[in-house]
């Protein structure tokens, strides 16, 4: 593992938990939404966008 995918590993973790802890809403089913996207862009492999969903997620939720 690259340290760019340890990173993004890491990263998601900390994001699902946020989204696991946010009460039910609409900020919450936004954030869920790029949270799956990140997990599609982590398993093909392209960091970037998985971070650029990571950041949409945790934005959701502010």
Do not use: I, Y
Request: aromatic content about 2%.
């Amino acid at each position: 593992m690259t340290p760019a995918q340890s990173k993004t590993a890491s990263k998601m973790s900390s994001v699902k938990a946020a989204c696991d802890k946010a009460p039910a809403g609409s900020k919450k089913d936004a954030a869920l939404k790029h949270f799956q996207a990140a997990e599609k862009a982590s398993t093909a492999r392209d960091d970037a966008r998985a971070n650029k969903e990571l950041d949409a997620a945790t934005r959701a939720l502010a």
